[in-house]
């Protein structure tokens, strides 16, 4: 069985820096696309940014030139450096790989609470 598992959330001060991860474990043959998801209460899960296994990203305007998302893919690991945290950054963020075992399927993390308060 395949499983997401994330670190790395908690509570910062507004301009504060986080460091999010992700693992995935378990019998894999390939991950391909990995990204991160966050859901503010009241609102739908979005998109923060998402990467490749070649290493192509793709950011949520909001997250543009604060967060950068990067992989290793030899620890199928994920991770996502978020700096000048903002109030509006608070959420539930979520953990998104492709993963081929047999076939490709989408699996999510628990989630882990990011807060940005003073």
């Known amino acids: 069985q395949v499983q997401l598992v994330e670190s790395g959330g908690g509570l910062v001060q507004p301009g504060g820096s986080l460091r999010l991860s992700c693992a995935a474990s378990g019998s894999i043959f390939h991950v391909y696309t990995m990204g991160w998801y966050r859901q503010a209460p009241g609102k739908q899960r979005e998109l923060v940014a998402a990467?490749?296994?070649?290493?192509?990203?793709n950011y949520a305007d909001s997250a543009k030139g604060r967060f950068t998302i990067s992989r290793d893919n030899a620890k199928n690991t994920v991770y996502l450096q978020m700096n000048s945290l903002k109030p509006e950054d608070t959420a539930v963020y979520y953990c998104?790989?492709?993963?081929?075992?047999?076939?490709?399927?989408?699996?999510w993390g628990q989630g882990t609470q990011v807060t940005v308060s003073s």
């Open positions: 990467i490749t296994s070649g290493g192509s990203t």
């Open positions: 998104n790989a492709d993963i081929c075992q047999v076939g490709v399927r989408q699996y």
